[in-house]
Structure formats: structure tokens, C-alpha cells
């Protein structure tokens, strides 16, 4: 932030090393402890945000100039547009040179606004610093030997990485190995009764953390029997995860107000499978989801599906009986098509039908097979895929970027006048560089003044 003006830049990481991502001044301790940073590449996905309205885009092709050396006009990597005879977009390093500094991001290519985007140069020598946003109207496009620093009253510069979570996996599938399952969040575990009853009640889960499930982009089933498993991750086909469960008779099992009755389609679904036919990806599919009885007519149009037969796509008779559906399905495409599991018949008492796949020897959905007590192990596990809440620097918040959600803070810094960085790092007033792990992009923030980027 300088003055009036502020910008904010994000982009694909450059480096690993969150040592590498701050002021990259003479001292090793701005380096990797070997050596001080020289990074001079190309950077994808390049977004920004500023107070000035032509300095606000995304997706573009960027560069930085990352180094406590001097640095001549030469545009050494080849950097689309920049000049050979000025400093721009695209110079030259003098490493191992001198000690003048470079800590430059920039955009290039596509159409619209081409050059710097935020410029913090001279900090090893204890001269005035040269700080910009945008390019130099009046002298070096890229601020090089503006000497400037000491026109700004507010000179702020943060230093931002959205990190990658660390997979997360329920340890009851963690030797199944499965890719998908990464991240999700555990909601329901129930042991399955042979012979359910869940009229009057919801199902005696083991876990049950529908009540602390808030925003989610996914939802996912296990199923367990005996020596065989299945695993079918989907996009989300409801906001409310106590319809996520067994669509039981009681209300218990819905919304509170109506029971549960969802027969939709479903997209990109994922499964994962010790049944090798049964391991795919990107499928379209659909649920049904209900505590009725049901018929076999194709309500809802689902292609390739029997009209005849209880299969991948039924019509609920809603609201009579109890008989209870909780199937999930795929369909279209080329490849497997049918059920991937179902647990029906789960409200009367009576023994239910559990399968894997399609019913090879009667109805393909398992309806009417009442084969639950054909099993020892009757597993069903259902989990999410929460979305993070956004979270934001509480010192950019109110510039509303939305751009900064899931950022973190590595390093800030109120720029002196007359950096000397010859023989410390910055006084950085937050260095959490040494607690951040795995990070996907990277992003700056400068203010001057009452402007920023």
C-alpha cells in the first residue's frame, strides 16, 4: 500500500520455499541459507486487483524479477513486449553484481494493461527505495532509479500463499486407498441391521455429525459386505445434510418437516471399488432417495433404463407404503451402467436388500431380494467434501478481493524509506515463513498511500 493506492497480485507458485517468496535481499536469510534468491521466470494465472480501475484482470501471463543484485535494461529471458533499452518488463540480472535489488512482478501478453504491476527496488544499500504500482508514467516504466520511497506516507507490503490442504482420509478407508476419498468429512457410520426398522426412528448411527456440517460441494458413500467395498463420491444433490442419510419414514430423517424424497441426477461421479468393473470416474448418475414404496416404471426419464424392471430408474409412490429406496446409480456414457449399491427395505421390520453393482440373479436395483442376512459385515459410511469458509487478511478485508479468500499470511512489512538489507532480512513486522508447509500460489499486496495493489 502506498498513499492512496493499493494493488493486490496473485499467481501460480514460482518456488517451493516460502524463504524465497519475501524481499529478496543480498542476506541469506532472504535465500534459501545457501544462497540469496535470484528468481527470474515466467508465472501463470496471473490475477489483480487495485484501487486503480485498468489494473483489475485475471487469468493473465505474468513475470517476476526477484533479486538483490544490479540489473541492466536487457530483456534476457525474452519477455513478449519489453524493450532492450529500458527497464522494464523485461531486464537483465548483473548477478553476482552489485547490490541494487529487484523485487518486481509483472503481466504480459493477451490484450489490455501490459507491464509492471508493483515495483520495490534499491533495498540493500541504505538509499532511498524506489516503489511504484502500475508503470512509471514520468521515468522507468518498471520505477527503477525513481528514488521515491520518501514520497509515500504509508508504505505496506504483505506477502500472501493459499495453502494446499493435507489430505485427510477416514482411518476406516485409509487402507483402501482411495484417491477420491481425500478430504472428506465423515457424517453418518451405521452398522446395518438385518432386519431394520426405522418407522418411527432414525437409524442408531455409530457417528453421526449431520448437526455440525455446514457448506459442502460433495457427498460420498462406503459400503461394506462382507469381503466386498464400494466407494461413490457425487456433487452435492442437496444443501442439508440430514437428507443425506437412510431416507427413513421419520422425520427424523428429512428436513424436520417432510421426509426425505430425492430422485434427481447427479453429476461427476466417482467410484472406487474392490470389484474391478466397478472403478470409474466422471460419470453422470442419479439418486433415489426415498422411505416409499416404488414401482418400476422410468419416472424420470433416466437413459437406457426398463420400464419393466427395478432398476436404475423407478418411480417413487410417494406418499404411500414403506417399503424405502437408497439407491445410487450411473448412467449414460460407455462403460458400467446401472446400480452402484442399494439398501432397500428399511422401515418394516422385515429383512432388507443390501447390494454391490447390479443384482446379477433377480431385480438389477436389489429390490425384493431380502438378502440382508446373507452378509456378517453390513457397512455404510457417508461423508462430504466441505467447502472452506473464505478467509481473509482482517487488514484487506474491507478492500473486498475476492480473490484473497483461503490466503494466508507469510510476511509483513512497513517499507522504510532507505532500506539496507545488505547484511539482515527485513524487519518484518509477521514472519510465519517458517510454519508454512505446502502452498499453491502465491500473492503480494503493496499500498501506497491511500492507493493499493
Known sequence: ELDNHWIWVSMDKFTNDARQIGVPCLSLQCGNGVFPTLIQQVVANVNVASSIGMLNFSGRAGNVEFWPYNYSPGNAIGIPGASGGTFDFGDTCDSPNGSFGSMQVHVHGGT??????????????????????????????????????????????????LPTPPPQVDPYIADKNIQDADGFQLVYALDIPTNPNYRAAKPDYSVDNSQSVSSFSRIAYYMELDNHWIWVSMDKFTNDARQIGVPCLSLQCGNGVF??????????????????????????????????????????????????????????????????????????????????????????GAVADLGIGNNPN????????????????????????????????????????????????????????????????????????????????????????????
Not at 527505495?129 to 502500475?134: E, P, R, S, V, W
Not at 453390513?378 to 490466503?407: E, H, M, S, W
Not at 524509506?417 to 509477521?430: F, G, H, L, M
Open 259 to 348: 421426509p426425505t424424497l430425492i430422485q434427481q441426477v447427479v453429476a461427476n461421479v466417482n467410484v472406487a471399488s474392490s470389484i474391478g468393473m466397478l472403478n470409474f470416474s466422471g460419470r453422470a448418475g442419479n439418486v433415489e432417495f426415498w422411505p416409499y414404496n416404488y414401482s418400476p416404471g422410468n419416472a424420470i426419464g433416466i437413459p437406457g433404463a426398463s420400464g419393466g424392471t427395478f432398476d436404475f430408474g423407478d418411480t417413487c409412490d410417494s406418499p404411500n407404503g414403506s417399503f424405502g429406496s437408497m439407491q445410487v446409480h450411473v448412467h449414460g456414457g460407455t462403460g458400467y451402467t446401472g446400480t452402484v449399491f442399494a439398501f432397500n427395505r428399511f422401515n418394516d
Open 112 to 161: 489490455g494493461y501490459t507491464g509492471t504491476v508493483f515495483a520495490f527496488n534499491r533495498f540493500n544499500d541504505g538509499a532511498v527505495a524506489d516503489l511504484g504500482i502500475g508503470n512509471n508514467p514520468n521515468g522507468q516504466p518498471d520505477w527503477s532509479i525513481a528514488s521515491n520511497a520518501n514520497a509515500f506516507t504509508v508504505r505496506n507490503l504483505k506477502v500472501f500463499v
Open 362 to 453: 433377480g431385480q438389477p436395483d436389489w429390490s425384493i431380494a431380502s438378502n440382508a442376512n446373507a452378509f456378517t459385515v453390513r457397512n455404510l459410511k457417508v461423508f462430504v467434501l466441505p467447502t472452506p469458509p473464505p478467509q481473509v487478511d482482517p487488514y484487506i478485508a474491507d478492500k473486498n478481493i475476492q480473490d484473497a479468500d483461503g490466503f494466508q499470511l507469510v510476511y509483513a512489512l512497513d517499507i522504510p524509506t532507505n532500506p539496507n538489507y545488505r547484511a539482515a532480512k527485513p524487519d518484518y513486522s509477521v514472519d510465519n515463513s517458517q510454519s508454512v508447509s505446502s502452498f499453491s500460489r502465491i500473492a503480494y499486496y503493496m499500498e501506497l498511500d491511500n492507493h493499493w495493489i
